[in-house]
């Protein structure tokens, strides 16, 4: 039995972390079903993974054609699924009628979610960081100064997960993999004409890293960041960030910016290297488990909201902390 479905988040054949975060958050709500679309013999690579971490049935939504278009064939899966999973009114309990759907947060999760909210005519909480089994989430809003609880109504609540807002916890389980079959997208499906991968960095995924050191508009240039935010980045090994002021005046490439209109990050660490602190760039990093922030203004917003701040000059500060961690190594 399936009591919750979470779309499998994967690249390059292997499992995301966030797919652990997100059978972890769903296993509220019972046995885990993961959904995994993609090309024939995607779930077969990844039923391990998914098993060890916790997932009771693997649904294995593949065909040829799923990784030719956005969004369509996951919506397609997942709302087919939720609606195929009821279970009759009449044999049935009325909490028993609940098929929860859980993706992970960010622009594909977000616009996956609202589709299969309309489909199955239930509500859709965004964003959130904590998901209960009465439906309830909570979510962090307004950078943060807000924390609000909300419940979706409907058969299937839709919750979108806030990536590293949860610890994965591991819970092996059978993994038993379910054949399913995704119908042909329409003619108003929105198809990949051509797709180059992504150059691989060296460095951590921004919304998968545990660590990541993001500078501001203080870093003063692009030298600054390959100077300074890169290789503290790399002594601890984080991903590098940056807040919207230094991405607008070219420090850094706009992929990495950290913030309301960027993106949403929840690592263990967050360092701010001349970052003022704006309620948009908070938006994107106030659930950061722990932020420290170097800043030469004592009066810098971020510093409210910091667990430990150094208020110097970020071009002698890091290159220092560099140095120590480098030695500790
Ligand atoms: C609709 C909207 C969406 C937005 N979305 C985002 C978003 O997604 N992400 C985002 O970041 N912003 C966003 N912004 C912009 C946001 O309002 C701020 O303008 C931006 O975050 C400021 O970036 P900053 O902190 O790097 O720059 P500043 O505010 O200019 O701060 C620079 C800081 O560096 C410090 N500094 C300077 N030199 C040094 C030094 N040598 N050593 C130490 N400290 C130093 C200064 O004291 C200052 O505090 C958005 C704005 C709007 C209106």
Do not use: C, W
Request: no cysteine.
């Amino acid at each position: 039995m399936t009591n919750v479905l979470v779309l499998v988040e994967y690249s390059e054949g292997e499992l995301k972390n966030s797919t652990r975060e997100l059978i972890t958050a769903a296993r509220v709500f019972g046995d885990v079903g993961a959904v995994v679309v993609g090309a024939p013999g995607t779930s077969e690579k990844l039923q391990p993974a998914l098993a060890a971490a916790g997932a009771e049935t693997v649904y294995a939504a593949e065909a040829d054609f799923a990784a030719e278009y956005v969004v369509t064939p996951q919506v397609d899966a997942l709302a087919g699924l939720a609606a195929a999973l009821q279970v009759p009114v009449v044999v049935a309990a009325a909490a028993a009628l609940q098929v929860p759907v859980v993706v992970a947060a960010g622009a594909n999760g977000n616009e996956v979610a609202g589709r299969v909210g309309a489909r199955v005519a239930s509500g859709v909480l965004y964003d959130v960081i904590d998901i209960r089994a009465d439906r309830t989430a909570t979510g962090s809003i307004f950078g943060g100064d807000y924390i609000v609880e909300s419940t979706a109504g409907g058969t299937s609540p839709v919750f979108t997960l806030r990536p590293g807002a949860v610890d994965p916890a591991d819970q092996a389980a059978a993994g038993t993999v379910q054949a399913v079959e995704l119908p042909a997208p329409g003619p108003t499906a929105v198809k990949i004409t051509s797709f180059a991968p992504a150059e691989k960095a060296d460095r951590p995924e921004l919304t998968e890293a545990k660590i990541v050191v993001s500078g501001g508009r203080g870093v003063a240039g692009a030298e600054g960041f390959h100077d300074v935010v890169e290789p503290l980045a790399d002594v601890l090994g984080a991903a590098v960030g940056a807040s919207r002021a230094a991405v607008d005046a070219d420090y850094y490439p706009g992929k990495f910016q950290v913030g309301q209109t960027g993106k949403t990050v929840s690592p263990n660490l967050y360092i701010a290297l001349g970052i003022s602190g704006a309620i948009q760039h908070k938006a994107g990093m106030q659930t950061s488990k722990t932020i420290v922030a170097v800043n030469k203004d004592e009066e810098a917003g971020i510093f409210e909201i910091a667990d430990f701040g150094v208020v110097g000059d970020l071009f002698k500060v890091a290159p220092q902390a560099t140095e120590e961690l480098a030695k500790r190594k």
